[in-house]
């Protein structure tokens, strides 16, 4: 449940790539919640549907856009869409992702390219196309990465290439889109319970509860906790702060530079 004051959002519009399930879903609900105007993108068009439902069963303050983060132009036909609905643009979450566990021995070049086109390339692309359709100054761009970025897994070669991009782009843009009042940030999330990443990384209850025991707060994250952060670093409390990834794990990020999953 949040701590921050209600409705501190009316008025804002916030879009959400990838925001039609899971920790994403979260964050799009919880700015819907203190009044942003809402659209939410996965490439499933009946999950964006219900994804849109979820979030304002009346349908005036949210929309579902089916696209995939891979095509530039669909990426930025859903911003045009978003623009011509509810207005310029103040909060962009790129957060949609891909993840199998495999070794490198088993991953394709193609497997290999379909994580990193997915995370990295679409997270450049829902940036740089939002650029156009932004509340400048003032936008809150925020990408989701992992501690995959700047911690080794085994079975994780793609996703950790794909994520440490994804901090460095982050910065990057952060330091180039300063100066027209655009903040570009991240929110690194450790395990987060219920989740369809940790179905695929620690599928069994063994592997969950080898996990747990790793975390120095001892227990998986909730997805309002996750939401929390966005929530915070798209508000004006946070009008200092670009180029920043920002832990929310539970402390996991102290444990020894290979992280191990359970
Ligand atoms: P999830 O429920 O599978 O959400 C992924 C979202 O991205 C869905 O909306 C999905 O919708 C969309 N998506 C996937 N591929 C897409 C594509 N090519 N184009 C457009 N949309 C696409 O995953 P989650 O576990 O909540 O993870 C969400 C984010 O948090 C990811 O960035 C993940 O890396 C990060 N994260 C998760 C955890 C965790 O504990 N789960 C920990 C650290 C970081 P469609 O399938 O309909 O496309
Ligand atoms: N091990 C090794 N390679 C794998 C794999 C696995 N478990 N799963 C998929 N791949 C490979 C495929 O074999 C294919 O390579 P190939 O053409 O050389 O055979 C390549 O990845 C692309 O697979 P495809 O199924 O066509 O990709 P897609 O674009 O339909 O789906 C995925 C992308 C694979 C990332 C899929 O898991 C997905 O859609 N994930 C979204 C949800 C998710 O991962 N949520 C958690 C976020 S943390």
Redesign the pocket.
């Known amino acids: 449940m949040t701590t921050f004051a209600a409705g501190q959002l009316k008025g804002k519009v916030a879009f959400v790539a990838?925001g039609t399930?899971?920790i994403n879903l979260g964050i799009a609900k919880g700015f819907a919640a203190q009044g942003a105007k809402v659209a939410v993108l996965g490439?499933n068009p009946e999950k964006a549907a219900s994804a849109a439902a979820l979030i304002d069963p009346a349908g005036a303050n949210a929309i579902g856009i089916a696209a995939?983060v891979?095509d530039f132009a669909a990426v930025d036909a859903a911003f045009k869409q978003t623009v011509e609905r509810f207005g310029p643009i103040d909060i962009v979450i790129s957060g949609?992702?891909?993840?199998?566990?495999?070794p490198a021995l088993?991953?394709?070049?193609?497997?290999?390219?379909?994580?990193v086109d997915?995370d990295l390339v679409g997270t450049f692309h829902v940036f740089r196309a939002c650029y156009a359709y932004l509340q400048r100054p003032g936008a809150s761009l925020i990408a989701i990465t992992?501690g995959q970025a700047t911690h080794p897994h085994r079975g994780q070669a793609h996703?950790c290439a794909a994520k440490a991009g994804i901090n460095m782009l982050v910065k990057c843009l952060a330091m180039e889109w300063g100066a027209d009042g655009v903040r570009v940030n991240g929110i690194s999330p450790g395990p987060i319970d219920g989740?369809?990443?940790m179905?695929?990384?620690t599928p069994t209850p063994e592997k969950t509860a080898a996990l747990i025991a790793k975390i120095p707060l001892g227990r998986y994250g909730r997805i309002p906790e996750i939401a929390d952060m966005a929530l915070f670093l798209s508000s004006e409390s946070a009008g200092y702060i670009t180029g920043t990834i920002l832990d929310c794990d539970g402390g996991g990020q102290l444990l020894s530079t290979s992280g191990e999953l359970g």
């Open positions: 990838g399930s899971g490439r995939d891979r949609a992702a891909g993840n199998f566990v495999a088993s991953i394709s070049s193609n497997g290999f390219k379909t994580v997915i992992a996703v989740t369809e990443g179905a695929r990384l």
